[in-house]
Each structure stands twice: as C-alpha cells, then as structure tokens.
C-alpha cells in the first residue's frame, strides 16, 4: 500500500495561490487505490468541505504538524507528502517519515497517468 | 489648488494631535465631526500585477467609493489624511525588474514605487484629477486607527470641513517576514538583541497570553469560541477576505488542531496579510446632515503611547496600560463602560483581544474574566457582541475592519452582520496593540 | 545555530564584553536605574550623556516562555521547536532578555527558577548572552 499527502494551497489547482496539480489529478491517484488525503494549514472543516465539494472521498485530512499521527493511523510500505513549501512540507514530511515529493516530481511518479497537470 | 506641489510637502502629524494624556477631559470636538461615507477596494491575497490592483489602484477605488457612498461632491473634498506606508511585511525585491506596466498606467511620482509599495498623498491627488480643492494632506502612521485620529482632530480644528481617510495595504510573493535580514547571517548589534532569538512576530503577545493563563488559571482551548465568532463575523463581511474568497469556518476543532506558531499562539491565532484598501469620508456634524447616509458622530479619539520598560511588556504593564486607556477614552467621550453597545477592538493577534476589553471594562468584565465571558453568547444577535467585524481574524489582516463595521452598525447598514440584541448606538473601536494604540469613540448621535 | 551579529555604535560595548565573557547592562547614572535594549537616551529622564555600562552578576529567573514551533529566520528552523524565554535580571526584575534556555527540554521550563548567563558563539563567532537553569548539568 502506498499513502499520498496532499498539501493544498500552492499545490493543487484549488490552492490559494493555485498550484500545478489538478483535483482530477487526485481523483485519479485515489483511484489507482492508494491512501490519499491532505495535510494543509487550512482548518480541517475546510479541507473536508473541499474534498467533498470534489467529490473525492480522501482517507485523512490533518493540520500540517499531523504527519506523525497519519503514519501512526495507516499501514503503508511507503508514504509520500507532496507541497511546495521547504519549510513547511519538506522538512516536517521528512521528520514523520515521508517521502517529499514536489508537484512536478508527483507527476512524474510511477502510480499517476500524464495529462493530469493544470496547463 | 496646486494639487501635487501641496501634497508633495505632505507630513505625518505631530505627536500633539494624539490625545495621549491623562486628564484631558471632554474632547473638544466631542460630536462636531462625523463620518458619513464608506470604500472599501476588492481583497486579495497578494498582487497579480495588474495596474488596477496595485495598492494605487485599489486606493484609487475605495476613495471614490467612499465619495461615492457619502454623496458629496469631489469638488468639495479638501482634505486628505493617510498611511503612506502600505506594507504587510513584504518589499519589492532588491534587483528585482521594476513593474513599469503598472508604474506607467497612472501618474507617477518621482518614486517608481510609489502607488506599488508604498503610496504618498501626492501620488493619490495626481490620480484623481477629480479632487480640485484638497488643500490639506496629512499622514497618520501606521494604520487608519492613527490616520481616523489625525482627521478626526483635524476636521474638529477646522484645517479641513471634508476629509477623506485612508489606509491601504500591498502584499507581494514570497512568506511572510521571510525576506531581508531574516535571511543572511549577520545581524546589526541593535536589532540582535531581540531579533536573534527568531521569535516571530506573535512572540510577545504568545507570552503575555502564557502569564495570563498563568495568573488567572485560563488556558488556550477557552480561546475558540472567540476565534469562531470572529470568523463567523468575518464570513458575513462581503468587503473581507474570507468572505470573497475562502468561506471556511474555524471550528473548535479545527482551532484546537491548528499547529503552533511561538506556543501559546497558533496558526488561527495570526491573521493573514493580504492587499485591500479602504477609505472613510469625515465631515463636520452641520455638512453631515445634509448627505445621503446617516451620520456617524465621533465622541472622541484616544491613544496610548506607552512604552515597555524592556524588551515586551509584561501582563501588569498591559493591565496598567489598557486600564488607563480606557479612562482616555471614556473622559474624552463623556461616556462610561455602561454606554458601549458593542466593541470593536482589535485582534491581531487574537490572543490580545481580551487585554483591551478587560481593559475598557466591557460589559464589567475585569481582568481575567474576558475567556470565561467568551464562553458565554458573544454573538452579534446576543446581548453582548464581541467583534461584530471579525476583525482580522474573521477578514484578513488590515486593521480597520473594526472601524468600518463600527460606521455600519451605526448606520444601520451592516448587512447580515447587523447586531440585532442591541441598538447600534455607541461603540468603541482601534488598536492595534494594547501598549501603542489609537482608538475611536462612535456614536448615533452627536452626544 | 543563531544568526551572526555586526556590533554597530550603540551596542558594541555589550558585544565586546560578551566576547569578554561578561554581561553589562546600560545604565543611567542619573536615574540609578538599568535600561535594556539599549538607547542613544535614557527612556526615563531623555538625557543621553548620563549612560553608561555596567557589568552585572549574570544571575537571574526565568520570568516567562513560549515554544517557537515556525520561526522566522532560517539557521534556526533546524532547531524547531525551541524555548525561547523570558529571562529577568537578578539586580532590576524589569529588565528582560531573551534566551533559548540550552540544556532544558522543550516546552518543560521552569518559571521562576533561577538561571545563570552563559556565551554562546554565533554563526560568525560572536558570542552572545545565553541562560541556563541554575545547577544545571553543561
Ligand atoms: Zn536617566
């Protein structure tokens, strides 16, 4: 099994500022039957409400200091944390035992399809 | 008038406008000047480069709209008092390509970045031909709580019978006090004595909030129910930010998850900066009764210029201090505590709200009951609102949301924001920080 | 690792006795009393002729803390989250410094107790004013 983390703003195409990946992007990534959710500073209520409004039924949504309880809660071989952010993705994702992956890095991983990216 | 060479001489007004002092007794202009019109520019998370949404353009906007909503006539509008600083923490980047698209679309100032990074009088009456008898421009520092005293004064001292108030603020790529100094790896020896410790801008307040806790047995989690009749507020605020562009609530929960910042201050303890411009329209009582909207009378304008004796004001210097502010601004206005049908304070950062209405002693509250007094109904259709704007909690940070939803309340004109267990009569408004602040005192009616 | 420091005009007594391994305090004959940060005038009676340093014992209490957990400056994001403290005086409770508290674990500081100042290098070898927990093991 392998589990995916969305950072949201700067990283998917309804971040705040926009990022590269689309939500169809995640649609499809949930679909390969991964474990996807987010991890954004976002309110959780919000990143639900947002995941729903897309129709995704993601498997967590967490503040971005809860990587460590996500890796606790899912048994996965591997699990990546995708933002755009050193300080505020990488670092902590590396610290919780997460692969870092950037936008354009996720695109280009073996468990997505091309032509998900926002033009 | 000689628009750009008046402007051009323009000055922030001295100390002695501010009503700082104790004992000064009735403010002398107490009801003689009112503010009548309201224009707020769109929100936005930072600037997309367009002309129209540089901090000129969106200046631009809420001035004319706040002419616009008074009803008067350009022509008349003789003064101007504003903030020519409008940065949220972000400058334009050294050697970065000067944005001459935007720079070349309005009249400029010998400064390429004014009406980008920052925005003088000069640059404001260049670019609005329409303003042919402004003959007084001030500037108020800092934010419009200090600029709504500046014109208050000086419409009550008869500089100006027709003012426009303004404060606008830019915001660029890149994080938040992550550029400058931050970055390299020497520090000058002043600034090193606080800055080397990287306490991020919350620091003080996080700590004042810890004693507080301390002393009176409070703890954080008693903080959510404000933080989420902010946002609430906020949310039906259609000029903010969260209003336009991210409907999100902040529960409890989501509150209590938030990652700390500097502990006891978390993420939704921080407002977010963003670019918006607003302005007001003050007028004398007598003009005032003759335009379209219904005049909001100021009963006085107070401030605190209080020092710590070190390097942040500890809880007995905060409590000493808001104590003694509210007496300025209950002795300036003629009013007690009794007579606030609401409070506007500020709150960024939330966790100092309680500090400055403990201090006006709202609705009896003494010092450390503010949080119990959060867990009671502190909404706006209660008897006791607590930051019916949403302040820069609910709407972004800008410092003057409490101002506008003041003049609104007032008038009757807050949208589904309106409070509805009281009657919007006299309220009391400013900030930013409990030690250094500027404060207004509204009213329906002239005293 | 904190950020390094260019000592300028107003604080280079404070830098060069911390290199010394000393701690002074700027000090307004006039009014007796210590003032910090420094200024070019005394903040109680404005005269700027009347300051000078004064080396005092280095001892004081932990008046107060947070845990920064997002700082601003980057050499000190590898450490996230850290103390940073509220130290008082020993001679003048109302003058405060800041410290990292080295040796006492996040977020378990102790308010009150006492502390002792030690030099801590920076990242360009200037050594600044740090505080440990009295008795505490180096
Ligand atoms: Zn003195």
New interface residues.
Partial sequence: MILVSFDIDGTLEEG??PGILTMDFVRQVKGEGLLVGSCS??????QR?LWARHGIDVDFA?????LGEVKASFDAEVYYHIGDRE??DK?PAEQAGFRFLWPHEAVAMPWTKTGSVRP | MARGGRAAMSTPAPASVYRSGEGLGLWEHRGKVAAVGIGHSPTARRWDGKPANSVGGISLAALRGAIEDSGVDPADVDGLVMDPTTTTGAFWPQGKPLPWDAINAYERTDDPLDGITRLSAEWMLKNMPELTGVQFTRYGMGCMSSAICVAAQAVGDGRTHTCLVLKSWHNLEGRYYQGGANAGNAIPGSSAIRSLWGTPACFGTAVQFAEYCRKYGKSHDMMAPFIENSRNNGLKFPEGYWAQHRPEEITPEDYKAARWIAKPANLFDNDMPIMVSAAYLFTTAERARQLKQKPVYILNHASSRTRPRSLTPTLDEVEEDTARTARKIYEGAGITAADLSFENMYDGFALFHQFHIEGLGYRGIKFGEALDFYQTDISIGGPNPVSPSGGNIGCGRSRFWMHTDCIQQIQRRASSRQVTGVKPEVAVSGGPMPLGGNFTVWSSTPG | MKQGVDPDDLTRPFWEAANEGRLVIQYCADCDRLQHPPGRTCHACGSGDTLQWRQVSGRGRIYNYGVVHDCPIRLLQEDQPFNAAVVTLEEDPGIQMYSHLPGTPVDEVPVGEAVEVVFEATANGQKVPEWRVAGAQR
């Avoid at chain 1, 967490?62 to 809860?66: A, D, F, I, L, P």
């Fill in positions: 705040d500022p500073d976002r309110p959780i209520s919000a409400a967490v503040s971005k200091h809860m300080d505020l670092r």
